[in-house]
């Protein structure tokens, strides 16, 4: 079992940066393959970005390529997800998730755990 919790979220000007973390307890994190989300109101949840589980793969949407970068430090059990050049359209809330596999990342139904969001804020 995976426990997953978000922070850094916040309030932000368009063009400004955040970095967010994904901070993990119980087994295996580091075996595991962490994907961000975000949802945005009125709108579907959406796959931002993934990294494998040692980090030398990663996958993003075709929306913040380019302009968000995720990474991992498995000795901290924790994703980051930096967010540069932030949008109007890139508010809303962001989760990350976890799945044993990799598989599927660009799928929210392909994983297992999730955390409670962090909600991000763009200021136009």
């Known amino acids: 079992q995976l426990q997953l919790v978000e922070s850094g979220g916040g309030l932000v000007q368009a063009g400004g940066s955040l970095s967010l973390s994904c901070a993990a307890s119980g087994r295996d994190f580091s075996c595991s393959t962490v994907g961000w989300f975000r949802q945005g109101p009125g709108k579907e949840r959406e796959f931002v970005a993934a990294?494998?589980?040692?980090?030398?793969?990663?996958y993003y949407g075709d929306a913040v390529k380019g302009r968000f970068t995720i990474s991992r430090d498995n000795a901290r059990n924790t994703v980051y997800l930096l967010m540069t050049n932030l949008k109007p359209e890139d508010m809303g809330v962001y989760y990350c998730?976890?799945?044993?596999?990799?598989?599927?990342?660009?799928?929210?139904?392909?994983?297992?755990?999730w955390g409670q969001g962090t909600q991000v804020t763009v200021s136009s």
């Open positions: 998730a976890a799945q044993r596999i990799e598989y599927r990342v660009t799928m929210s139904t392909a994983y297992d755990y």
């Open positions: 990294i494998s589980w040692t980090g030398a793969r990663t």
